[in-house]
């Protein structure tokens, strides 16, 4: 596609109910992050899929967080046993090596 | 490991007048240095990049910005604000040649242009 596709682009769900959010990158990036933000603030970094490397999972915050990617392909972001604390836009992002990233809508999660 | 330091959470300037959003950054490598914009309920817009060549780089909306290899900074620089330049600012760092070369973001700048 033209540019990157997040899927849901909101998503309400009840505390403790697991949720999964999907990327699909721009073809042919081979990089492709995830960082959460809450309402007005910064962004923090989740997680950085290069290629075939061992991703950087070092901005997990729990281990109820975790997350895949295919290839260069799909990736998805599942958090589990969700605390209200989890409501925020979590941001997907892309990019080939060493240049800018481009980032898709976000996903709204509200966790009630 | 890289990190990226915006100074300001906040800046205001009158429109007409010329801008400045601070970022000063720290790595182990040769840094390529990104500006991002975010308005209001919308998605992360690049605005520009330094990777190598001349030290002032030009991107859209009539931006610019300065690497200072010395100092360590990136400031974003635009010579006449528009109110419409009111938005969320972030700097980013990639640290080349060390490291996993991932992109790590500032805490952002709230750039407000007060009519």
């Known amino acids: 596609g033209a540019g990157v596709s997040q899927s849901p682009s909101n998503k309400v769900t009840e505390k403790g109910k697991d949720v999964e959010l999907r990327c699909d990158p721009i073809?042919?990036?081979?990089?492709l992050y995830w960082y959460r933000q809450r309402l007005g603030q910064g962004l923090e970094f989740l997680i950085y899929?290069?290629?075939?490397?061992?991703?950087?999972k070092s901005g997990l915050p729990s281990d109820r967080f975790s997350a895949e990617r295919t290839g260069e392909s799909v990736s998805t972001l599942t958090i589990q046993r969700t605390q209200q604390e989890d409501s925020a836009v979590y941001l997907c992002?892309?990019?080939?090596?060493?240049?800018?990233?481009?980032f898709g809508q976000g996903t709204r999660l509200t966790v009630v | 490991a890289q990190s990226v330091a915006q100074p300001e959470d906040q800046v205001n300037v009158a429109e007409g007048n010329p801008l400045t959003v601070k970022c000063t950054y720290s790595?182990?490598?040769?840094?390529?240095l990104f500006w991002y914009v975010q308005y209001p309920n919308r998605g992360l817009q690049f605005l520009l990049k330094y990777i190598t060549g001349d030290n002032l780089v030009k991107g859209s909306y009539g931006f610019e910005a300065e690497f200072n290899k010395s100092q360590t900074s990136f400031h974003l620089k635009k010579p006449s604000a528009l109110v419409s330049d009111s938005a969320l600012y972030f700097c980013?760092?990639?640290?080349?040649?060390?490291?996993?070369?991932?992109?790590?973001f500032g805490t952002g700048t709230r750039l407000t242009i007060i009519p």
């Open positions: 073809s042919g990036h081979t990089a």
């Open positions: 899929f290069q290629g075939n490397s061992a991703p950087d």
């Open positions: 790595v182990s490598g040769n840094p390529y």
């Open positions: 992002a892309s990019s080939t090596p060493r240049s800018e990233a481009f």
């Open positions: 980013a760092v990639r640290d080349v040649g060390f490291g996993n070369e991932k992109l790590t």
